[in-house]
C-alpha cells in the first residue's frame, strides 16, 4: 500500500476507538464498569516467557467443528463454512505460531453449555470450539457450521448476530486477546447492543468477516475471511484488551 506509514513507526494509541466501560445499552456493563482509576501491575516472568505452542499440541481434527464431536459417520447440521485469514501486527507483517482458539453456538443458536437453555436443540454431533496455530505466513483455517442468532436477556427482546468468539494466544500469559467475528450482511450487526457499544463503523468493520467465493470449496462450503491486527490503525477490537498488543 503506498500510504503505509514506514517501519518503525509507533503507533500511538486511539482510545477513542474502543466503547467506553459504561454503556447503558447493554445492562450488564452498568455493573461491570470499573467504579475507581485502574491500577498498573507490572508483568511477571511467568506472564511474558510462558506458555509457548507448537503445532504438536494440535489433534488431527481441532480445526474441523463440522467433525471434532460428532459421532463416527455424522457431521454437524447447518451450513457449513469454512473461516480463514491471517493474523498480523501493525505493520501487516504475520504473526506465526498464535494459538488462535474459537467456540460457538449450533446452527440454532445454542450453546453446549449447561447454563444455555435457549429452546433450540443441541445437536448431537456439534460441540462448539476447536483450535489451530498460525502457520508461517500467520496464517489459520477452520471449518465449522454458520452460528444461529440467539436471545439474551438485555432488553426486552435482543438478539446477538450469528458470531465466533476468539482467543488469540501470543508468546505468554499476558499476551491473549479475545474477540469476537460477525457475518458480512447480517442485520442484527446494527442493532447489537454490544455492537453498538462501539463508537465507531470503521472500528465495528474489523469484526466482520467478508464472504470470500475464491476458498470456498464447490459444493462443500462457502468461505469467510478474517483477519485480525494486533495493533496500529488497523487494529481489531478485543473485547479484553481493547488498546491491542
Ligand atoms: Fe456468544
Known sequence: MTNSPPPGTFFQRDFTWHPPALTPGYKTSVTRAPQRARIAYDNTVTELTGPTFGHNIIGELDND???????????????RIIVHGHVLDEEARPVPNVLVEFWQANAGGRYRHKKDSY???????????????TDAEGRYHFRTILPGPYPWPNGVNDWRPAHIHFSLFGHGFAQRLITQMYFEGDPHIDICPILQTIPSKAAIDTL??????????PMDARAYRMDFVLRGQ???LFENKMEGM
Open 119 to 133: 429452546l433450540a436443540p443441541l445437536d448431537p454431533d456439534f460441540g462448539g470450539c476447536g483450535r489451530t496455530v
Open 234 to 236: 488497523r487494529q481489531t
Open 208 to 217: 466482520v468477516a467478508r464472504l470470500d467465493m475464491n476458498h470456498t470449496v
Open 65 to 79: 467443528l463440522t467433525l471434532n464431536y460428532a459421532r463416527p459417520g455424522h457431521s454437524a447440521q447447518g451450513p
